[in-house]
């Protein structure tokens, strides 16, 4: 091996440590009596995801990559794969249909000591896949996690929001341009990220900040339904965050549904973006030229936004201004996805990952929406122009607000 190639490798060993760390850390969160709840109804129960993590890898790794026989093939089989059902359709598996935590933590002892062995063998795109699924996984069981009971969790408390002043709803101006999707051939992407190309975008304007709590009330006063995220007690709204109710952070961005988003977007005679407006706005400068995060070149850090694990809950939209694209258009990337007006499709030259076929392929159905951007618990890896993620119109756990356009 190469000096390159070895320091390469080194690197990826070292990612995936520190992937492996941010999943424990989150099952630490639980007290034992948790680990079979289901908190979302149309996702698994907790104890599929403790195994999941390490079947998808040894799967990945070990026998697709490698062909390595398996030692446990049920657990291969049982921890393979999620589910997304229509919203509503919940799943019917009882506590008494999964193993105890305890055969499954040998298991994951078992799989890790294995991929530690074999890794430096596998190819270093599938071990990409598993470090990025892994890291996927550390932000939708945020989702999960924050649905469960507040007694079922050990966690520090929320900072409670002082009340801001409102925020100035400003437009801002984004001048006819390219905007350039998707991932170059040769650097990691997942498969919906490919192939790249260039759109061009006539001039829209965009809202400078994310639609805020305080903005959504207004809207929920006018008789519209509250988010997810939203507890009415004696007349006030407070927040559900992670580990506790507060206030409602009134310029904290909401999270709601593309529903909802789209909703709201048509009340006010505006819409969502759409996938290559959000690129324009986010990634465009005024001299043609794009840049890789909104802010420029420099590397993600806790300056520029709210991702990577830094904070459980949304902070205020106006709080990290060191992030703002070129046009001036504020958190782009960070503190809640970003609901686009596109339907999640292929790119021209889509080609499924024949290692991980239906990955993309068998959510290019129609229903389900793209959002853009990223989360307070997104890793810093995947805030990558490129990276999409998508969920359905009407799933209302995930961490995603929107922002208007207008023509
Ligand atoms: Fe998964």
Request: glycine share 8%; aromatic share 14%; hydrophobic share 35%.
């Amino acid at each position: 091996m190469s000096a390159t190639a070895s320091l390469l490798r080194g690197a990826l060993a070292e990612r995936m440590e520190a992937a492996r760390k941010s999943t424990d850390q989150l099952f630490d969160l639980l007290k034992p009596s948790a680990i079979y709840s289901r908190p979302i109804p149309e996702r698994h129960r907790l104890i599929f995801y403790l195994g999941h993590l390490e079947a998808f890898d040894w799967n990945q790794i070990a026998r697709n990559a490698l062909e390595v026989p398996s030692f446990h093939p049920l657990f291969d089989k049982l921890f393979e794969f999620g589910i997304d059902p229509p919203v509503g359709r919940a799943a019917q598996d009882q506590p008494s249909d999964w193993p105890s935590t305890a055969e499954v933590l040998a298991y994951n002892r078992r799989v890790r000591e294995k991929i530690d062995e074999l890794r430096e063998t596998a190819p270093a795109q599938i071990v990409n896949v598993a470090i990025e699924h892994r890291l996927m996984h550390a932000e939708t069981l945020a989702y999960l996690f924050h649905n469960l009971p507040y007694d079922q969790k050990l966690g520090p408390a929320m900072t409670q929001h002082e009340p801001g002043s409102s925020i100035d709803p400003a437009m801002i101006e984004i001048p006819a341009g390219k905007a350039t999707l998707g991932q170059r051939v040769g650097k990691f992407g997942w498969d919906n990220e490919f192939s790249e190309h260039t759109v061009s975008v006539p001039g829209f304007q965009i809202g400078k900040h994310k639609i805020t709590n305080g903005q959504y009330l207004d809207f929920v006063r006018a008789g519209a339904a509250p988010p997810h995220f939203w507890i009415e007690r004696q007349g006030e709204w407070l927040y559900k965050g992670m580990f506790s109710k507060t206030a409602l952070p009134l310029n904290a961005p909401v999270y709601v549904t593309h529903q909802e988003a789209a909703s709201y977007a048509r009340w006010k005679g505006a819409a969502l973006p759409s996938e290559a407006q959000f690129h324009r706005a986010a990634y465009g400068t005024t001299g043609g030229e794009e840049r890789p995060y909104p802010w420029g070149v420099a590397q993600p850090d806790a300056s520029r936004g709210n991702f990577d694990f830094h904070h459980w809950d949304p902070t205020d939209v106006e709080s990290t201004p060191a992030g703002d694209s070129a046009f001036g258009v504020s958190q782009l990337v960070g503190n809640g996805w970003e609901w686009t007006s596109t339907q999640f499709g292929p790119f021209p030259g889509f080609l499924e990952f024949p290692f991980y076929p239906g990955y993309s392929q068998n959510f290019f159905d129609e229903e389900h929406y793209v959002m853009k951007g990223g989360s307070p618990r997104t890793a810093a890896c995947m805030l990558r122009r490129s990276f999409r993620n998508w969920f359905r119109p009407n799933y209302p756990y995930v961490y995603a607000g929107f922002r208007i356009t207008e023509d």
